[in-house]
């Protein structure tokens, strides 16, 4: 189904996530023929700028740009934001009533859902008042656990991450990080959930992929799989969060097939691509409810088989 408003999305932090803009094109031009997508960014040049059908070198997103954003938003007359960068997340989340005022569509949860998010520590707190299955956490490795993992306690990315370490390791290797966090190092199969929530914080869909190879905390190697054991903890988890729009949650199975939650991301992930691949169509849901359509009528249908992502790098020539 097509729609006649003109779509213009901006995809900020846009950097080199060309499956993301491509997924995006795609998903613009099923609603509109005309449909832009702009590859937002502060620095210049970036990969993504030879991918999208505008380039805008955006004002960093900080509270003392904010005037000049929403300018910019109206001179390249934007109708949709998607954020892709943990780090700009509060920032476009508290824009929200400004956008909304200035007739663009922010598809982002709302801000004290992406606050909680953003916190690891807040998050698994959050989790263990609801009585989930969360990996806790702790300022300090005090606890009678035996390995430790320590992590920063905001935002995502684990190019810090220290891994199943020993109290004194983990404390030696906590001093060269900002914000330290310490959970308990949990054995198994790392998974990600790739999935989508409506407006009102309803679960349209969601699919679970394995993480085979995780290089700088994104997938490289990363497979669908059927878990649906786990499908009402997975739903109660998300609408308990009030998300909306696309997001990824992150767990580990244990030895023992028991869930447990370690963060959730309030964006669409580095390699949620799969996930549109495997049914969850999230970046066209967001688009087709932010234009009115009524979204009952559109149904999931999640692959029955799996299916394996593998990302790399390319090269195009001009």
């Known amino acids: 189904m097509q729609h006649s408003t003109p779509l213009k999305v901006?995809?900020?932090?846009?950097?080199?996530?060309?499956?993301?803009?491509?997924?995006?094109?795609?998903?613009?031009?099923?609603?509109?023929?005309?449909?832009?997508?702009?590859?937002?960014?502060?620095?210049?040049?970036?990969?993504?700028?030879?991918?999208?059908?505008?380039?805008?070198?955006?004002?960093?997103?900080?509270?003392?740009?904010?005037?000049?954003?929403?300018?910019g938003l109206l001179q390249h007359k934007i109708s949709h934001?998607?954020?892709?960068?943990?780090?700009?997340?509060?920032?476009?989340?508290?824009?929200?009533?400004?956008?909304?005022?200035?007739?663009?569509?922010?598809?982002?949860?709302?801000?004290?859902?992406v606050r909680l998010c953003l916190d690891k520590r807040q998050f698994s707190e959050w989790g263990e008042r609801q009585g989930l299955?969360?990996?806790p956490s702790y300022q300090q490795p005090e606890s009678d656990h035996s390995l430790w993992v320590v992590k920063e306690r905001y935002g995502a990315?684990?190019?810090?991450l220290g891994l199943?370490?020993?109290?004194?390791?983990?404390?030696?290797?906590?001093?060269?990080?900002?914000?330290?966090?310490?959970?308990?190092?949990?054995?198994?199969?790392?998974?990600?959930?790739?999935a989508w929530l409506d407006n009102q914080s309803q679960l349209k869909g969601h699919i679970c992929r394995y993480r085979i190879k995780v290089q700088q905390g994104e997938s490289q190697i990363t497979q669908s799989v059927r878990l649906t054991a786990?499908?009402?903890?997975?739903?109660n988890t998300l609408e308990g969060l009030?998300?909306?729009?696309?997001v990824v949650l992150q767990g580990i199975i244990s030895d023992d097939q028991q869930l447990h939650l370690l963060e959730c991301n309030s964006r669409f992930g580095g390699a949620s691509t799969l996930g549109i691949r495997a049914g969850v169509d999230s970046l066209y849901w967001s688009l087709a409810e932010s234009?009115?359509?009524d979204l009952g009528a559109i149904p999931f249908l999640p692959l029955s088989e799996p299916v394996t992502q593998i990302r790399y790098a390319g090269d195009l020539y001009l």
């Open 133 to 135: 299955p969360m990996i």
């Open 242 to 246: 009030g998300l909306t729009g696309p």
């Open 291 to 293: 234009l009115g359509m």
């Open 164 to 194: 199943a370490l020993t109290k004194d390791q983990a404390r030696q290797h906590a001093i060269g990080l900002e914000s330290p966090l310490f959970q308990p190092f949990i054995a198994g199969q790392e998974i990600s959930i790739d």
């Open 157 to 160: 990315g684990s190019t810090k």
């Open 230 to 235: 786990y499908d009402q903890l997975i739903r």
């Open 10 to 71: 901006l995809l900020s932090s846009a950097a080199a996530k060309i499956p993301l803009l491509q997924a995006l094109k795609e998903a613009a031009l099923r609603l509109s023929p005309d449909a832009k997508i702009v590859a937002g960014d502060s620095s210049m040049p970036v990969v993504s700028q030879y991918f999208a059908d505008e380039f805008w070198q955006m004002p960093r997103c900080e509270p003392i740009n904010t005037e000049a954003v929403i300018m």
């Open 81 to 113: 934001v998607l954020p892709s960068r943990d780090g700009e997340l509060l920032f476009w989340a508290k824009l929200a009533p400004q956008l909304t005022a200035n007739g663009i569509r922010l598809l982002l949860s709302p801000e004290p859902t």
